[in-house]
DNA sequence: TAAATAGTGTCTATGAGACATTATCTC
DNA sequence: GAGATAATGTCTCATAGACACTATTTA
C-alpha cells in the first residue's frame, strides 16, 4: 500500500471553494384554541399557525421569512437552531426535531448557504407572554394555509410545505400531540388535537381505540386525584369527562408486514 | 418600521466564520447471497454488509470510513452524494436517501466540517462487476457488526449505526425491501431479506398477511407468465414457489391511534 | 421415503367499523 | 326538556396468532 506523505501539516482546506454559511431554518408551529362564548360549554375550535419574521435586509427585504439563523464554528447545527428558537419564542425545552438539508444551488443570492430546517411544536400557553409584546413588530403568527400561500423569502415555502407533511405523519405514527395538549386532556381534546393537524384523520371509535385496545392501552392514562378517584373535567361539556394524561411508554412500533 | 439600507452591494459573508466544507457520508448497504452447496435446494445465507473505504491520507490515513466526498458549490448535497456513490459503486440508479447532519464541534480535525450522512440499498447483482476489480484494494464490503465494532474514521461509528436504525425502520414501513431483491421474488426471499435487516422480525402467518389481508393486498402481486399462468420458482426448494413482484402501490399509512 | 420448502385448514380471541343507545349536566 | 358532549352496547366481519396439516419435488 502506498504511504502518503500528506498530514496536517500540508492539508489546506483553502485549496477548495467553501459554503458561505450554514443557516438554520426553523418551523414553529403552534395549535390556537378558540374558546366559544366565555362560559358555553362547547369544544373549541383550533388552527395550526406557523411563526413567520418579516425581513429587514437584502435579500428579501420586506418578505415573510422562517425564523433561523446561521450557525457559529462552536455549535452543532442543532445548539444553533435551539439557540434561535429560543431568542425567537422565549421558551426553551421546547420539542425540536431536523428533518432537513436545503442545498439547491442558488437558493440564497448571498451566496453557498446550506440550510438546515427544523420543525418546533409549541403550546400555545408558553407563547402567551410573547405574543403581547411583539406580536405587532415583525414576528406573527400566521395560519399554516394562509403562511403556505405567501411569497415567502428564499426556498421557505418549501421547507415549509415538507415540514407540514413531516410533522402529519409523526402527528399519527407517535406521541407528539402531547407537545399541543395540557399535562391531562380529554379524549375530545386529543382527537380534536390530531384532527387539526390531519384533517383527514377520522375514527368514530377513537375513544376505544385509544383506551380499550390491547396494543395501544398504556399509551395514555387516566388521571387519578389524590383520593384515587378519577379526576374529570367539564370545561368543554356538561357531561364531565375522563382526563387522560401521557404515559412513558413508546408508541407500539408500526409495520406494514405485521 | 426601521428601513435598513443594507443590500447586495454592502452585504459581507466574509465578515462571518464560514464552514470550511460539507462533505456528504454515505452508509452504502448491499445483502450479500450466500448460496447453499451448488444444486442444493435450499434457502441461502444472507448477511447485510456496508461498504468501507480505507484512508489513504490525513486524518485518519489507514482506517476505515465512510465513502464520501465533498460537496461543489454547484451541486445540492443530493446531487453529491449521487455522484461519490456512483463513483464508489460504478452503478447508477441506486435507491439513496438522505438521513442525518453531522456538526459536531471538533468532528473533524480538518476544520469545520458540516457532514451530510445518507443511506444507499445496493442489489448485490450490480455490484458483481465491480468487486473484481477493487475488491483487494481499498474498497471492501464489510457485514454490518463486524463494521460497526472497527474502529472507523471520524464519527462514522455513530454514522453507521444511526443509518442501520433508520433502515431497520424504513424495512418495516415501506417498501424498500425490493432494493435488495429481484424484480420476481417468492414469500420466503421477501422474508428472509427483512429478517436479514431486521433479526427480530418475525411472522408465523407472513404469506396470509402479505397476500390475503385486505388492507395489504395490493402492495405485491402474483406474477403470471405469457400465457396468464401462475409463473413458479423453485430455485431454494423442491416444491415450487409462486414469485411475486412489488407494485406501484403505496403502502398503507401507518397510525397508532387507528 | 425422508427431507426440505410451499402452502392451506381451522380454531379462538381480538379488533375494526358502524350505529344506536344511554348518561350527565346546563340552560 | 332541548341541547351538547361523554361514554357504552351491540352486532358483523376482518384480522391476529397459533398450530396442525397437506402438497410437491428431489436425493
Redesign the interface.
Known amino acids: ?4 506523505i ?3 501539516t ?2 489546506s ?1 483553502s485549496n ?7 443557516p438554520s431554518d426553523i418551523v414553529i408551529f403552534t395549535i390556537e384554541t378558540k374558546e366559544k362564548a366565555a362560559g358555553k360549554k362547547a369544544l373549541p375550535d383550533r388552527e395550526l399557525q406557523v411563526m413567520l419574521i ?1 425581513r ?4 428579501f ?1 420586506g418578505a415573510w421569512a422562517l425564523p433561523g439563523g ?9 445548539d444553533c437552531a435551539k439557540r434561535e428558537l429560543q431568542e425567537e419564542t422565549g421558551v426553551d425545552r421546547i420539542h425540536m426535531e ?1 428533518f ?2 436545503y ?3 442558488g437558493r440564497d ?4 448557504m ?1 440550510s ?1 430546517a427544523f420543525f418546533a411544536l409549541v403550546n400555545e400557553k408558553l407563547l402567551a407572554g410573547r405574543s403581547a409584546s411583539d406580536d405587532a413588530a ?1 414576528v406573527r403568527l400566521f395560519p399554516y394555509h394562509e403562511a403556505l400561500n405567501m411569497e415567502l423569502a428564499f426556498d421557505h415555502r418549501e421547507i415549509l410545505s415538507d415540514a407540514f407533511h413531516r410533522v402529519q405523519q409523526k402527528m ?4 407528539i400531540a402531547k407537545e399541543f395538549l395540557p399535562e391531562e386532556f380529554t379524549i375530545s381534546e386529543l382527537y380534536q388535537v ?1 384532527q387539526t393537524v390531519v384533517p383527514e ?1 377520522q ?1 368514530r371509535n ?1 375513544i376505544r ?2 383506551t380499550s385496545t390491547q396494543s ?1 392501552k398504556g ?1 395514555i392514562e387516566e388521571v387519578l386525584d389524590h383520593k384515587g378517584e378519577k379526576k374529570l373535567s367539564n370545561r368543554y361539556s356538561q357531561r364531565a369527562a375522563q382526563l387522560y394524561r401521557f404515559t412513558e411508554h413508546m ?8
Request: glycine content about 6%.
Open positions: 500500500m502506498t504511504v502518503l500528506e498530514n496536517q500540508t492539508y482546506p477548495y471553494r467553501t459554503p458561505d454559511g450554514a418579516q429587514k435586509r437584502w435579500p427585504a446561521f450557525c457559529g464554528e462552536d455549535e452543532s447545527m442543532y431536523y432537513g438539508v442545498s439547491t444551488p443570492p448571498r451566496g453557498w446550506i438546515h415583525d399519527l405514527t407517535t406521541t390530531i384523520f375514527e377513537f381505540k385509544i395501544r399509551i408508541p407500539p412500533l408500526l409495520s406494514i408486514y405485521t
